[in-house]
């Protein structure tokens, strides 16, 4: 077994305020024996208006570089939950202005080893201060599915909104999937609703540990995030939950227990397609 953790920020508009406690509490979660550490959506800024300034190259910029010197330094794979990138995964630029939203695994030497851009983006109206959310005003959205093996697992990648949608997480099981990461920063509205619904029912129906670090509180201007980062196992119960406020929580993950389940109940081998005439 491995022990995974979920870090829980409130970030806000301060880059070196938000890196210095991801930082803070990345090695917390280290020294309590986590090998593998997620940060939220949105962890180094909270702010879309400033997304393109703190944009860089893939494996460029101040941003990446902490990144990976904490990887290093604390010994742990970290999920760095979402970058802002300039540049698409195949090299070319995002040139209208707008950014790939990127979730970057690093592992515990210090080097990138995986990439995925967020690809369902929020344009949705919710009932909260704020009303209306359009990510697509400032993020490009990415089109691959992503896996990385890593030592608590085989790792699916997915950011926030993509939750809800299940094919997403159908293709990261077909592909081998063991473990989910699902960085978010759910408001306070949607998250009362359908996050640990939606968390748990993923878990259920792919067989996976699915690993949720939210963001957590009040982030000024209207911004309220519901926080209750929470680890799932397989069969859908909680393994670790820390409901609001910065700090961290973390869990073992028991791979051959999985592995036991998914033969005890093939779930995979058992769906059919329906044909309509």
Known sequence: ???CALVQMVSG???????????RLVRAAAVD?????LLPENFALFDSS???????????GELQQRLGALARDAGVWLVAGSV???LRDDGTEVADGRVRSAS???????RQRARYDKRHLFDVEVADAQQSYR?????EPGTEIVIVDTPCGRLGLSICYDLRFADHYQRLRNAGAELISVPSAFTAVTGAAHWE????????????YVLGANQGGQHGRGRETWGHSMIVDPWGELRAELAFGEGWCSAEIDLAELHRLRQRMPVSEHGRVAVIE
Request: aromatic share 8%; net charge negative.
């Open 1 to 3: 077994m491995s022990r």
């Open 135 to 139: 990510e697509s005003a400032y993020i």
């Open 50 to 60: 400033g997304l393109r300034a703190l944009a860089a190259a893939q494996g460029q």
């Open 197 to 208: 619904l939606l968390l748990r029912a993923r878990a259920v129906e792919f067989q996976c």
């Open 84 to 86: 802002p990138l300039m």
């Open 33 to 37: 024996g986590a090998r593998l550490v």
């Open 13 to 23: 508009p301060d880059f070196e305020a938000n890196l210095s406690a991801a930082e």
């Open 104 to 110: 970057l695994v690093f592992d515990d030497q210090g």
